[in-house]
């Protein structure tokens, strides 16, 4: 064998074992996405379900697995310590794509970043390290959507509603509905109250928006463009975000395209 093909050989080996050195470096079980071959499918666990970003939910798609089905009924249960009852959330009603769960979401945003995807019907609280919980949304109909970064300047519990003069002047049945309150006319908090069990104010600089994330007593309208621009959740998952969310919490709305 010639000197030159024995180096030859060598040459390819130690490039070889450098290579797997390299990618054993960027190697992290917390993350096991970074130990998988260049191209290999990304598999977390325990997500309960593989999503692509970007990916619309297919209408009528139930949850098929006994399993899952009992965690989430779980999940949507009645909720207990309120000051008004919240019923079971009856799964039927809702596309089994709008359900929270842990998703796989790569995102130059800061961890506890609110991201808001109008156009899939969904909000993604991000959590760092290329994943996030994502949670099932009703938004704005055509001609309310609205886009751009925000904050949360303020959060409240079972929030009176004030409906804007605009509203009452295209709805003006909502007369009927709203009394006067210390703020105006409006209507109390409760469980018949459209912002649901809990509201988080959304704010650019030191103006009020007027668009909330906020609960609904219409669940089956998640994964809908229904509102006048509010971003609309199931009430057990908007207590679920408001716990995990503080006041000055960054929202990015993304366009509708």
Not at 75 to 95: H, K, M, T, W
Not at 139 to 164: C, L, M, N
Not at 204 to 225: A, C, F
Request: hydrophobic share 35%; with cysteine; charged share 20%.
């Amino acid at each position: 064998m010639s000197f030159g093909l024995i180096f030859a050989i060598c040459l390819a080996f130690i490039t070889a074992m450098n290579v797997r050195s390299a990618s054993a470096q960027f190697c992290d079980d917390r993350f096991p996405w970074t130990c998988q071959g260049p191209g290999a499918p990304i598999n977390i666990t325990p997500v309960p379900r593989r999503f692509e970003q970007g990916s619309p939910a297919q209408p009528g798609n139930a949850v098929n697995d006994p399993a899952l089905g009992r965690q989430y009924a779980a999940l949507y249960g009645p909720v207990s310590g309120e000051r008004f009852p919240i019923p079971a959330v009856r799964l039927s009603d809702i596309n089994s794509e709008y359900l929270r769960t842990a998703v796989f979401y790569p995102t130059h945003e800061q961890s506890g970043t609110i991201v808001i995807d109008p156009q899939n019907h969904f909000l993604y609280l991000t959590q760092g390290g290329g994943r996030a919980l994502r949670y099932g949304v009703g938004v704005g109909r055509q001609g309310f959507g609205w886009s751009g970064v925000a904050t949360i300047h303020d959060k409240q519990e079972w929030p009176d509603w004030y409906p804007p003069k605009e509203m009452i002047e295209r709805q003006p049945e909502l007369r009927r509905q709203v009394s006067e309150l210390q703020s105006g006319l409006g209507m109390p908090g409760g469980p018949r109250n459209p912002l649901g069990s809990r509201a988080m104010y959304l704010w650019q600089g030191n103006k009020d928006t007027l668009y909330r994330i906020h609960g609904t007593v219409e669940p089956w309208t998640i994964g809908r463009s229904v509102s006048s621009g509010c971003i609309r959740m199931i009430n057990q998952d908007v207590i679920d975000l408001y716990q995990r969310t503080p006041v000055g919490a960054r929202v990015v709305v993304l366009s509708s395209r």
